[in-house]
């Protein structure tokens, strides 16, 4: 059974960078069907997309936040990771990772999620 | 970006009767390839979001045949056949056509 796990501080200073990581076990992070993602939902809101990588490095960001985000991803490690820079109170929400099929060379249907991580930015 | 627009945003029913949750958006969802990536998660309570329903129709592996998905272009539907106690949570509606993916606002489910 696919199961990916988010780790990484849960406190970040304002104007600092959020930084997490995401293992994933029971498959390889390498598939060339599947792209792996990051959401997240502010407490008590929604969800946004942040953004996907492919296991060669291809990515994909939501432009509302291409300025401040990085994905990366090492295969060797089955891992892959987000980086948020100049965090404000805004960036506070519970942050998920989150596998994706694909579809027509891009991530489509987010099928496999992990169980989230409470990020909060405060001073 | 394409906008997601549920309805209603919060849904009383009782145990055994049906529901049914309403998603449209702002454009067409029908992509070039010919699939429509419109999806629907299931969130319960302080729980991640969880993949019932994928282009439009399809039930995810191990969704009870009680959910149900319809519809094409821009107007989309989920349906519960007969609620029961463990369906009570939040559900959105997500698009995967046109980049970026989005979500809608959710949904709640509760029990009268």
Redesign the interface.
Known sequence: QLQLQESGPGLVKPSETLSLTCTVSGGSISSSSYYWGWIRQPPGK????IGSIYYSGST?Y???LKSRVTISVDTSKNQFSLKLSSVTAADTAVY?CAR??G??Y???????????TLVTVSS | DIVMTQTPLSSPVTLGQPASISCRSSQSLV???G?T?L?W?QQRPGQ????LI??ISNR?SGVPDRFSGSGAGTDFTLKISRVEAEDVGVY?C?Q?TQ????????TKVEIK
């Open positions: 929604g969800l946004e997309w994909y939501n432009p509302s998920y994706q099929v579809g027509s891009r991530p489509r249907e987010l099928d496999y999620w992990g169980q989230g | 992509h070039s390839d699939n990536y999806s998660l991640p979001p969880r993949l994928y282009k995810f959105y997500t995967a980049f970026p993916w989005t979500f809608g606002q959710g």
